[in-house]
C-alpha cells in the first residue's frame, strides 16, 4: 500500500520519508488546501525524494479559493507544468470545474496533455462536482488518461468514514482503470479501522505516516 504524505516545507518532507512515507505531495500554502510551490521548492524536494526512493506528485494550482479557472489562472498553470517538467516529478496534481460544477475537459485536457510524459492526478476539486455527477467525471478522467483520483467521497466538512459507500461506489466504477485514492481526515492512527471497511492501495493525508 502506498502512504502519500501531503507536506509544503523541506523539513515537513524529511519528517514524512523518516516515517515511511511511499509519496510526497508537494504543495504550498496548505491553509488554503494547497498551490503551487516554487520553483527551488521543487527542484530540493525532487531531490531528496529519490535520494530515497520515494515519488513526488507536485500540485498545480494558481491559488486558493475555488477551481473555475480564468484564461490567466490557466496560463500560470500551464507555464508553471513547463518549468516544473524539468525535474524529476513523478505525478502533477491538478483539477478544474465548470461555473455549473462540472468537469471542465478542456483546461484538464489541456494541463494533462502538456504535462505528458509525467502522469496526472485529479484533486479534490473532484469532490466540489455534484454527488449525481461524479460518476461521469470518473469516467471523463478516465477517457482522459487520468492516472489517479484524489478523493474524500463527500464535502469537505464530513466525515471520511461516512463516505465509505459513496467511495466503493467509485472505485467499482473505475473497474481498474484509474486509481481512486481517499483523503481528507485520514490519520496514522485511524487507518487501520478504513482498510478494514475496504482495501484501499493507496491513502492520502497530512498526518497519514
Known sequence: MIKEA????????????????NRIELCDNLSVGGTTPSYGMVEIASEICHINNVELAVMIRPRGGDFIYSLYDIEIMQRDIKA???????????GCLTKEQTLNEWQMKTLKNLAEPVPSVCHMAFDEIHIRGQIKALHQLIDLGFTRLLTHGGASDTDIFDNLNHLGKLVVNSAGKIEVMPGGGLTKDNLPSLLSAFPFQEV???KIV
Open 84 to 94: 516544473l517538467k524539468t525535474f524529476n516529478i513523478d505525478y502533477f496534481v491538478f
Open 6 to 21: 501531503v507536506v509544503e516545507t523541506i523539513q515537513q518532507l524529511e519528517q514524512m520519508i523518516a516515517r515511511g512515507a
Open 204 to 206: 492520502h493525508g497530512t
